[in-house]
């Protein structure tokens, strides 16, 4: 593999800006400083662009297998890098769900195959496989988790307190979960079904999947975590409220217990049901204005730990619809980097702080080996953002199978132009440059 020598970057990296090269062999990062030299190299002149750590997006539904009419591990894996996200963990909510370390497997294999980015696969836990999700390998297996999955009509974990003592009880991997109350959640609905005499507005999707609900279900969650200390991470915060059950310390490093933030409930809020309708239906639901603004603040105070997409394609056809046919989750890989980019340039996170919750403290929360990074010996997966290259979102720029994305029409400010993975140059320009794969993840064995 030929050396690449990035010339004119501004890192950021570990909580600072500033202008360096950086050298690329071997997959890795050779060397980072000023006025780096190599005459075997092949020289890209970054021109003062930003230069990342790739982002590291720990729940993505990729659809495969099962589901490919939505989307698949090529052509979403493809829209990741297009993206600036350079690793991927995919949730088990596939057909068939993710169950048994054989089909886990299968996951694995398919993706050594198709996956643009680097990749890992969450294990599923229901009732019926517990024996079975509590032996996989956490140096080769992200964590396990309910998110998709469903035991008698209820997502299992937050739900079912048995349940989860069991779980946690004996779990030595990293635990992920959805957190809402069912019973919350169907009281809502009951009383505006009838309320609005069976046709529910979508804009009621926030009254009914409320902050109560979110709330109740941590809460419980927690106050079992508690007793047992287990790794617990909790997906998809919504609420101002619920992220105040949360601490900023210990260090990210320490903490047994995190939480994430998700770029819609950033990015949008209830009012904009009326333009987008079906279209932001997601589970959580998308909540107030003063939530969003919350989850900011929560964000910056180290309460929430990490921001993800939680990319979940669903044909254009079964996003629209009355409420109940109208199907929850909606592609946003492509377009999450961007979309923080345009929140930093209205003041609302600082560069260094979407580094930090997109990369540097994924990769502490899950272990990860050698990623996450700029540092020299690291793998080489970076990413160079034009900070000021404003451009529109349009339906024909969109790399999801799916073909339509909610932030279309959305005006932003910062584009992608390079996606390094493992030192290969994938995407350049808006064009693809190379079919390399990315690698399965591998992560520090810690209990």
Not at 131 to 159: H, K, M, P, S, W
Not at 248 to 269: D, G, Q, Y
Not at 396 to 416: D, F, I, T
Request: hydrophobic share 35%; glycine share 6%; proline share 3%.
């Amino acid at each position: 593999m030929k050396k690449i020598l990035l010339v004119n970057a501004k890192i950021v990296n570990e909580g600072t800006s500033f202008a360096s090269d950086v050298l690329i062999h071997q997959g890795r990062i050779e060397k980072i400083g000023p006025h780096i030299t190599s005459s075997n190299a092949d020289i890209i002149d970054l021109n003062g662009n930003y230069l990342l750590p790739g982002m590291i997006d720990d729940q993505v539904h990729f659809r495969d297998p099962g589901l490919t009419y939505k989307g698949d591990i090529s052509s979403e894996s493809k829209a990741a890098i297009a993206g600036g996200v350079t690793s991927i963990m995919d949730m088990p909510n596939t057909v068939p769900n993710t169950l048994s370390r054989e089909l886990l497997e299968q996951k694995y294999q398919s993706a050594a195959l198709h996956s643009s980015a680097n990749y890992s696969f969450f294990m599923g836990v229901t009732a019926a496989n517990l024996e079975e999700a509590l032996r996989v390998d956490n140096e080769t297996v992200c964590g396990i988790t309910d998110d998709g999955l469903y035991f008698n009509g209820q997502e299992i974990l937050a739900n079912n307190p048995e349940y989860l003592e069991k779980l946690f009880s004996r779990a030595e991997t990293l635990v992920a979960l959805h957190s809402e109350d069912e019973s919350i959640i169907h009281r809502n609905y009951q009383h505006y079904f009838h309320e609005k005499e069976g046709k529910i507005p979508l804009s009621y999707h926030a009254k009914i999947r409320n902050a109560e609900a979110c709330v109740t279900a941590t809460k419980r969650v927690l106050a079992i975590q508690s007793k047992y200390h287990n790794r617990l991470h909790f997906f998809h915060i919504s609420t101002g409220a619920e992220a105040q059950l949360f601490s900023a310390s210990p260090s990210i490093r320490e903490k047994r217990v995190t939480a994430e933030a998700c770029i819609h409930h950033l990015w949008f809020n209830e009012s904009d049901y009326e333009k987008r309708g079906g279209y932001i239906k997601w589970n959580p639901s998308i909540k107030s204005e003063e939530d969003r603004r919350q989850l900011i603040e929560a964000l910056k105070e180290g309460r929430l730990d990490i921001i993800a997409s939680d990319h979940a394609p669903h044909s254009k056809e079964e996003k629209i619809g009355t409420y109940d046919e109208v199907k929850s989750g909606a592609p946003v890989v492509q377009h999450t980097l961007p979309l923080l980019f345009k929140l930093a340039s209205r003041g609302e996170l600082s560069v260094e702080q979407i580094v930090e919750k997109t990369s540097h403290h994924v990769a502490e929360i899950y272990r990860l080996k050698e990623r996450g990074y700029i540092r020299e010996g690291y793998f080489a997966d970076l990413v160079e953002v034009a900070p000021h290259s404003p451009f529109e979102v349009t339906e024909n720029s969109l790399l999801y199978k799916c073909g339509w994305a909610p932030v279309v029409g959305e005006k932003l400010s910062a584009k992608v132009k390079r996606t390094f993975v493992n030192g290969n140059l994938l995407y350049q320009d808006g064009e693809f440059v190379s079919d390399e794969k990315g690698a399965r993840l591998l992560f520090e064995k810690i209990r």
